[in-house]
């Protein structure tokens, strides 16, 4: 218990700056996160100073960094994504349940941790853990094509339009779904669902076939799908910063054993907890 307390000050200046370091690369990725959960920046920047906050007090080790992660991101979508649809896409009715499932699954990690079981990670060979860490870099590849060439579904008219039948069906599905809540829904008498029907607008069929069109073209398969409509609708300005970026990255004179650790390939480290010697 006394360990427990105490602080290496030998250690100080590399950890400032390990933290500092990790700080300048979580931040953004947070704020990345927070504004494609459809959330708000704000969401995935409290969620990175609280996991990194619980992570700090629950830690395993002295020297980890913990933070928003694409493996972790790419795992939940699929759940997030179920969640959403089972509550017809209302996203604030889905978040309680959401919210709950990770808090479980948070609590379940502290368990795992006192009990020490985390330590037979050890016993799963590379080869899997190499695979996941792949696929999820491909994943992130794949699905970053889109956004790198400045294409949008939901702003694409053409593509759009597409869905305005299907948006009208559900629309009117929710009326029914509603009315059936509330018991007011007469076999014999269709007058207040005709009155409801009625008063949808072509905006809110625009709307819904809009976030139709974005559900279609998201993921692997969507992006795949619409690459033909991507790579006809390139918007130059939004593609010169990603290859901005690129420049920046490869050409300076850094060398790529200056990204490297005990000598496992780059994509190793994609989106995993920075740990520092």
């Keep these: 218990m006394k360990r427990f307390f105490t602080f290496d000050f030998r250690y100080f200046r590399g950890d400032l700056f390990g933290g500092l370091t990790a700080g300048v690369v979580v931040l953004p990725l947070a704020l990345a996160f927070g504004v494609s959960s459809g959330l708000g920046p704000s969401a995935g920047l409290y969620g ?7 992570a700090a007090l629950f830690g395993g080790t002295p020297t980890q960094i913990s933070g928003p992660t694409a493996p972790m991101t790419a795992v939940s979508m699929v759940f997030i994504a179920e ?7 209302n996203v604030e009715k889905a978040l309680p349940t959401i919210l709950s499932v990770f808090l479980l699954a948070g609590l379940i990690q502290i368990a795992i941790g006192f009990m020490g079981i985390g330590k037979y990670i ?4 590379y080869p899997v853990v190499s695979g996941f860490m792949t696929a999820i870099g491909v994943i992130i590849l794949v699905t970053q094509i889109a956004p790198t060439l400045g294409y949008y579904a939901k702003e694409d008219t053409a593509y759009v339009t597409q869905f305005k039948p299907q948006a009208e069906e559900i629309l009117l599905e929710k009326i029914l779904h509603d009315e059936v809540d509330e018991g007011i829904l007469v076999l014999e008498d269709f007058e207040t669902t005709i009155a409801r029907a009625g008063k949808i607008t072509e905006a809110d069929i625009q709307t819904e ?4 069109a974005e559900k279609k073209a998201s993921g692997v398969i ?3 799908k619409v690459l033909p409509r991507i790579f006809a609708n390139i918007n130059s300005l939004e593609l ?3 290859l901005l970026t690129i420049v920046i990255i490869y050409g300076f004179n850094a060398s ?3 990204y490297q650790v005990h000598s496992l390939p780059f994509w190793w480290y ?3 907890p920075i740990f520092l010697d």
């Design 48 to 54: 990175a100073i609280f996991v990194s906050f619980f």
């Design 222 to 224: 969507g992006t795949i």
């Design 240 to 242: 010169i910063l990603p």
């Design 270 to 272: 994609l989106g995993e």
């Design 209 to 212: 076939a809009m976030a139709l």
């Design 256 to 258: 790529p054993q200056q």
């Design 122 to 125: 050890r016993y799963i060979p």
């Design 83 to 89: 969640m959403i649809a089972n509550f017809d896409g």
